[in-house]
């Protein structure tokens, strides 16, 4: 028991010391961005999936290789297109010649990594996008009746541009369940964009210098696990996403007006999780609220559906989760 404890701290302490050193090196790549980062980091710790959400050209994939550099990990990149077939990524049986004669093998797909960029997710149709679901929860593929296990830690980070714009395919909600964060990337202040545009168009930039490994990673994801947290945090998770569903007894009038359809119960073990993986990024002992109340916005927004009546009233997702923490 000592000897844990003692690795505990061990791990903690490293956590501490590398969260300076992994901004420094992020910075070398990404200006700004600062919310986007520590989101993805949090999720990173977490062990939970992460879609980010944002137009084209705002560093989306840059940011994920970055990320997967720091940390060591193995990384692969699919670009979604809409002729992408699902053995495009899980893999495929070929015959192949032997000295036992012609027998089928398996050809692992990029989803076979650490870190998989699912870049610009939502170009691809359906179909394509469920062959990400059983990996995903389950972190392993099935291929001819045979299941082959993904190699740990592993992570799904899926860029999608804004559904609005031509050529896209909304994401099933069973899928955008799987994702423990959904984060925006918006346009940058001028002079963050003045900043971007100078250190691209200059030398090459600094390259980046590793931090953790991917056994850190592990290590890291099990700490998390044991951050306290009070019950009065958890019942107040759970609280706050009963509240996004429309019709029920506690459900707020706006909900009720505005809310075709609320977060279920993963969205409040997404809150617990995130929250205590932040609380341990951050150097405190324990969850609370206010770590909750941070996270609503990512853990939430892709897990709320509205109906016609927001749309007409301009009512979108981020209004509806603020004001359900302001009315707290």
Not at 15 to 22: A, H, P
Not at 275 to 288: C, D, F, M, N, R
Request: include cysteine.
């Amino acid at each position: 028991m000592s000897e844990t404890i003692e690795s505990q701290s061990e791990i903690f302490e490293r956590v501490q010391i590398g969260r300076e050193k992994v901004e420094r090196e992020l910075s070398k790549a990404i200006v700004g961005q600062k919310d986007v980062t520590k989101q993805l980091l949090v999720a990173l710790m977490a062990g939970g999936h992460c879609m980010i959400t944002g137009a084209p050209g705002l560093a989306k994939t840059l940011l994920v290789k970055s990320i997967s550099q720091i940390f060591q990990l193995n990384f692969q990149r699919i670009q979604f297109t809409p002729d992408l077939m699902p053995a495009d990524i899980t893999g495929t049986e070929i015959l192949i010649d032997s000295d036992e004669g012609r027998k089928l093998t398996f050809v692992p797909g990029p989803i076979f990594t650490n870190l998989l960029l699912a870049d610009e997710i939502n170009r691809t149709p359906p179909k394509t996008q469920s062959a990400l679901l059983e990996a995903m929860q389950e972190h392993q593929v099935t291929a001819a009746g045979a299941r082959h296990t993904l190699e740990e830690p592993f992570f799904v980070l899926a860029t999608q541009n804004p559904v609005e714009m031509e050529g896209t395919y909304p994401l099933p909600e069973a899928q955008l369940d799987r994702f423990i964060f959904n984060v925006l990337i918006d346009y940058l202040p001028e002079e963050d964009e003045i900043e971007v545009v100078r250190l691209t168009t200059s030398q090459a930039s600094e390259k980046i210098e590793p931090v953790f490994s991917a056994e850190d990673v592990i290590a890291i994801q099990s700490l998390v696990r044991e951050v306290p947290v009070s019950d009065d945090v958890i019942q107040y998770a759970v609280q706050l996403v009963a509240a996004t569903r429309p019709g029920t007894k506690d459900s707020p009038e706006f909900i009720n007006k505005y809310v075709n359809w609320g977060a279920g119960t993963r969205a409040a073990q997404a809150l617990i999780l995130a929250g205590k993986a932040l609380s341990l990024w951050e150097g405190k002992p324990y969850v609370s609220k206010e770590e909750i109340k941070s996270l609503a916005k990512p853990v939430l927004r892709h897990r709320i559906l509205l109906n016609y009546r927001a749309e007409a009233e301009a009512v979108n997702v981020e209004k509806i989760i603020e004001q359900l923490i302001q009315d707290d």
